[in-house]
């Protein structure tokens, strides 16, 4: 099974409109964190926000503001007030406190591209 | 702060040479990551250091792969008798052992096998 699931292979919104990046993961651990990237055409990955499974809160981070459901294991991503620089990929992303290796690395899904239409 | 840097950018080889890719982290991150990103697809967990000690290796890590980490800064990704499979984006990340331990990444080198 696929830890980290975005739904979502390409999508379309207005400059100026909200829109919202589906993700949904997998994991049987009780401690995670949730992370959002943005990869334009250029490769870099440039992070957006995060979340972890123990924040009662939503993140917010500007435009960015991340939708927590624990229950449904969902961290989808809501972007406000599009704009053309938006365009890219986006990709969702989980870090798992690995048993006894210690290891922090994250596991990615398989993004989502996002196109703003002037 | 610099951010994450890595060298070269792109790199053309032919099937069976080898290559050797950099990363420089940024200053004071004591972790070091390495990825792989093929066309369509998220990135990839290779390999990660704590300072100098690598500490993880993914199953893709095959034996022509080799990573280090001397003292703890920057990083070498050896590929050895490369293949057409090892075309793909190569990408460094970095993160402090302290809060979120977010990492943050260069914007990586992208391999082209011959």
């Known amino acids: 099974a696929q830890k980290i699931t975005q739904t979502q292979p390409g999508m379309f919104v207005q400059e100026k409109e909200a829109v919202t990046l589906d993700c949904t993961y997998d994991t049987s651990d009780q401690s995670y964190g949730l992370f959002w990237y943005k990869q334009p055409s250029s490769g870099e990955m440039i992070f957006l926000i995060y979340?972890?499974?123990?924040?009662?809160q939503n993140a917010t981070e500007g435009r960015y503001s991340l939708n927590f459901q624990k229950a449904r294991k969902s961290a989808n991503l809501v972007i406000s007030a599009s704009q053309l620089g938006d365009s890219a990929m986006y990709f969702c992303?989980?870090?798992?406190?690995?048993?006894?290796?210690?290891?922090?690395?994250?596991?990615f899904g398989k993004g989502t591209k996002l196109s703003v239409i002037p | 702060d610099t951010g994450v840097s890595q060298d070269p950018r792109h790199k053309i080889t032919k099937r069976g040479q080898n290559v050797t890719f950099r990363c420089d982290p940024i200053s004071e991150h004591n972790r070091l990551y390495w990825y792989r990103q093929t066309l369509g697809q998220g990135p990839e967990f290779l390999t990660y250091?704590?300072?100098?000690?690598?500490?993880?290796k993914s199953r893709l890590l095959s034996d022509r792969f080799s990573a280090e980490r001397p003292k703890g800064s920057f990083s070498t990704l050896e590929i050895q008798r490369t293949e057409q499979g090892d075309s793909a984006m190569y990408l460094c990340?970095?993160?402090?052992?302290?809060?979120?331990?977010?990492?943050?990444f260069g914007p990586g080198t992208r391999l082209t096998v011959l």
């Open positions: 979340q972890g499974s123990y924040d009662e």
């Open positions: 992303a989980m870090r798992e406190r690995q048993r006894g290796a210690g290891s922090y690395q994250l596991t």
């Open positions: 250091f704590q300072n100098e000690a690598q500490l993880e």
């Open positions: 990340a970095s993160s402090l052992y302290r809060g979120t331990d977010t990492q943050y």
